[in-house]
């Protein structure tokens, strides 16, 4: 059973998408200077995250984005001011506090990422987040066993 466990979460993991842990990479100014500028150590596409930040702020923002492809497009970059290695050490590592900073020049781009850092990691805090973004779980499937769940579910994962 556990070998059947693990195929079901490695298909469902290769099936689902990561943008939000992407662009938490990548918008993070250390990460970013270290892994992104290069583009031989990096296959990302700043093309594609930014359609990943538009849906982002749209989701959390209720609102259209006006300018959120041009500052990442600045951002991306890594040589303007807020953007630049000198600004970014400044704040010694506290990426929530940097980001909520350049919000003040960055809106867009600032709001999102402001957003995303401020997640917080603990169960609780995931469960709200997982609820507000669509994946509810029912009374009924959290109090199964695993071995009713399977038999309710015929063997696959929630989702």
Known sequence: MADEILLRLQKRWEMW???ILILSWLLHPTYKMKY????????????????????YYKAWTGHNPES??????????????????????QFKGN???YWGWVR???????????????????????????SSMGFFHTKNRNR???????KVNSGDPPG
């Open 104 to 130: 003040d020049a960055y809106p867009e781009i600032g709001t999102v990422a402001a957003h995303m850092f401020g997640i917080c990691v603990n169960a609780a805090s995931v469960e709200r987040l997982w």
């Open 36 to 55: 992104f500028l290069m583009p031989s150590k990096s296959k990302i596409s700043y093309l594609h995250m930014g359609k990943w930040l538009v849906y």
């Open 68 to 89: 959120i492809l041009t500052e990442f497009d600045d951002f991306s970059q890594g040589i303007k001011y807020p953007f630049d290695e000198a600004s970014v050490a």
């Open 144 to 150: 199964l066993k695993s071995s009713e769940w399977v």
């Open 95 to 97: 990426i929530h506090k």
């Open 17 to 19: 998408e990561q943008p």
